[in-house]
């Protein structure tokens, strides 16, 4: 059974920082994609960032980039979503996915995932 349980959420005033950490079990992480999304209030959820199963290879959508960097650490089956320069607008439920194959792939196939950590950024 694939668990991904997501970490890291909270409170951040605009421009801060926050790191965001995703544990999973019961798939080989080692040689999974992983990705993160968000869902804004009142919004569809949408498509943050993605790194293949060695991390030699990464997707953000534009509105991160600059901003935010996903990484892994295969030894942990973690993946993290460090977040930098934060927005108002990043204010949302940040979810970890995963589709359990070691590319990327279509966003739309991600079919694992977490309960999801609450971000609220202040202006």
């Known amino acids: 059974q694939v668990q991904l349980i997501e970490s890291g959420g909270g409170l951040v005033q605009a421009g801060g920082s926050l790191r965001l950490s995703c544990a999973a079990s019961?798939?080989?992480?080692?040689?999974?994609?992983m990705a993160w999304f968000r869902q804004a209030p009142g919004k569809e959820r949408e498509f943050v960032a993605a790194m293949n199963w060695d991390g030699s290879s990464t997707k953000y959508a534009d509105s991160v980039k600059g901003r935010f960097t996903i990484s892994r650490d295969n030894a942990k089956n973690t993946v993290y979503l460090q977040m930098n320069s934060l927005k108002p607008e990043d204010t949302a439920d940040y979810y970890c996915a995963t589709r359990g194959v070691p590319r990327i792939g279509l966003l739309s196939e991600y079919n694992y995932w977490g309960q999801g950590t609450q971000v609220t950024v202040s202006s």
């Open positions: 019961g798939l080989p992480f080692s040689r999974s994609a």
